[in-house]
């Protein structure tokens, strides 16, 4: 598939909505709609069974919610994804980590966004007081036990589809970690 042409829809400092003309590989045209929107972190606090969440007001779904720490903005567009990553874990929750370790790559919808997610794992914890932005305000965050977050995942508690396969990707570091060490005996 390629694109013929393009044109902008609609902008704004978050998005650029486009309208691609393509033709696909049978040599039909098509139109393709894309969100593209700056690149974010996601990061997962973790201090042995216990990880951070953050509870916030999801506009979009007129809901509160529980996720990990996560975000962007578009004058961080070209930030290194753990200086980005850093920033949102001090802004949104005030933790600072002593060890960031990336853990994976996450695209949020591909069908129709080029947006795509860096997932970290945040560890050595020192806390501190958030740096949260004006729409960040009413922001809450906890320390769970991890059963208890599998628990709000299953209740429909943590709907976030990011921070779900952010808790995917931990799984999978801790075994390849478990098994490695117990390789390396």
Do not use: C
């Not at 007001?57 to 919610?65: E, I, N």
């Amino acid at each position: 598939m390629r694109q013929l042409s393009t044109r902008q829809v609609y902008v704004n400092p978050w998005m650029v909505v486009r309208e691609d003309h393509i033709r696909r590989s049978d040599g039909s045209d098509g139109i393709y709609g894309v969100i593209d929107k700056p690149d974010y972190a996601l990061i997962v606090p973790a201090d042995g069974d216990r990880l951070h969440l953050v509870e916030q007001f999801r506009y979009p779904l007129g809901l509160r919610r529980w996720e990990f720490p996560q975000g962007t903005a578009p004058d961080r567009a070209d930030a290194e994804p753990l200086e980005l990553a850093s920033r949102e874990l001090r802004e949104e929750t005030g933790l600072r980590a002593a060890r960031m370790t990336q853990i994976g790559t996450l695209d949020v919808a591909p069908g129709m966004s080029s947006q795509r997610g860096r997932v970290f794992l945040a560890t050595e914890l020192t806390e501190g007081a958030p740096e949260r932005e004006l729409t960040e305000q009413d922001m809450r965050t906890a320390w769970f036990h991890r059963d208890q977050v599998v628990e709000m995942i299953q209740r429909g508690e943590i709907t976030d589809a990011q921070s779900i396969a952010a808790l995917g990707l931990l799984l999978l570091h801790e075994q390849r970690e478990n098994t490695y060490r117990q390789e390396r005996r």
